[in-house]
């Protein structure tokens, strides 16, 4: 099993910053892709960013040019910078890991991003 952790959430104003941390434990050796996902209330869970074991990075439109994913494999974490913050980003960030094989879907618990205006 894989399990994730993720710390950084909290109450920033419009223009800001924030980077969260997602810490992985477990059977890390399985883990491929890692991502950031979010929700806002009454909305679906949508996708973030990507990143591969690679380095190779993808963004959601609503955040290119904003946010930055990263990671360090010897760690076993994965990072979101998230600069120049709207309200419209208000969610819980969720952090995601892919694995090999089987294709199993591993998930932190979340951590609350607040955005005021």
């Known amino acids: 099993q894989v399990q994730l952790v993720e710390s950084g959430g909290g109450l920033v104003q419009a223009g800001g910053s924030l980077r969260l941390s997602c810490a992985a434990s477990?059977?890390?050796?399985?883990?491929?892709?890692m991502g950031w996902y979010r929700q806002a209330p009454g909305k679906q869970r949508e996708s973030v960013a990507f990143i591969t074991p690679g380095g190779s990075t993808n963004y959601a439109d609503s955040v290119k040019g904003r946010f930055t994913i990263s990671r360090d494999n010897a760690k076993n974490t994965v990072h979101l910078q998230m600069n120049s913050l709207k309200p419209e980003d208000t969610a819980v960030y969720y952090c995601n890991a892919k694995s090999y094989g089987a294709g199993m879907n591993y998930w932190g618990k979340g951590t609350l991003v607040t955005v005021s205006s």
């Open positions: 477990g059977s890390i050796f399985s883990i491929s892709t």
